[in-house]
T-cell receptor, first 112, second 111 residues
Framework: KAGVTQTPRYLIKTRGQQVTLSCSPISGHRSVSWYQQTPGQGLQFLFEYFSETQRNKGNFPGRFSGRQFSNSRSEMNVSTLELGDSALYLC???????????FGSGTRLTVV | AQTVTQSQPEMSVQEAETVTLSCTYDTSESDYYLFWYKQPPSRQMILVIRQEAYKQQNATENRFSVNFQKAAKSFSLKISDSQLGDAAMYFCAYSYEKLTFGTGTRLTIIP
């Protein structure tokens, strides 16, 4: 059974640009959530999607957005990138009704 | 708001010995989940063990066990017979609608 797949693994962007990260959950998992990991702030919840609907959102500015497709794949978009957006972005999926989150390997975003 | 506190930024243990990592949390909910995740340098977050709050029995997974004290809001992880491959950052996490993580404990295994 394939795990959670995040692409790309590494990304370098310039301040002011926008970026889209992708996450493919484990087959059958309809819930996908995103997290930002930085040395200063640690792991912070961004948002969770279930069946194409955003179910929960963390305390991040509107520049951070996401969506989920009918096949449960999810994308996260960050517009007008700032240096502080440099982080490891992790995606996790879980089965319906259960709370065992499986994480992907993350996308390392560097903003220069 | 829920918070998770890991008061030990770093821990070290001799190979084959036992180590306990501490975690406390704050919540007003009665039904929730707690997790310990391991993040090695490869950065993949790996689920170590899970505890449902409504279960009084402490969870165990091979060499890993927890001491769950619901009234005290404490959730410690015990690693027995430590192995070199256990070296990693360990994160305690609380789940009610979303995952809230602690700041992590870096575990070093001394050969």
């Amino acid at each position: 059974k394939a795990g959670v797949t995040q692409t790309p693994r590494y990304l370098i962007k310039t301040r002011g640009q926008q970026v889209t990260l992708s996450c493919s959950p484990i087959s059958g998992h309809r819930s996908v959530s995103w997290y930002q990991q930085t040395p200063g702030q640690g792991l912070q919840f961004l948002f969770e999607y279930f069946s194409e609907t955003q179910r929960n959102k963390g305390n991040f500015p509107g520049r951070f957005s996401g969506r989920q497709f009918s096949n449960s794949r999810s994308e996260m978009n960050v517009s007008t990138l700032e240096l502080g957006d440099s982080a490891l972005y992790l995606c996790a999926s879980r089965p319906d009704g259960l709370y065992g989150y499986t994480f992907g390997s993350g996308t390392r975003l560097t903003v220069v | 708001a829920q918070t998770v506190t890991q008061s030990q930024p770093e821990m070290s243990v001799q190979e084959a010995e036992t180590v306990t990592l501490s975690c406390t949390y704050d919540t007003s909910e009665s039904d929730y989940y707690l997790f310990w995740y391991k993040q090695p340098p490869s950065r993949q977050m790996i689920l170590v063990i899970r505890q449902e709050a409504y279960k009084q029995q402490n969870a165990t997974e091979n060499r890993f066990s927890v001491n769950f004290q619901k009234a005290a809001k404490s959730f410690s992880l015990k690693i027995s017979d430590s192995q070199l491959g256990d070296a990693a950052m360990y994160f305690c996490a609380y789940s009610y609608e979303k995952l809230t993580f602690g700041t992590g404990t870096r575990l070093t295994i001394i050969p």
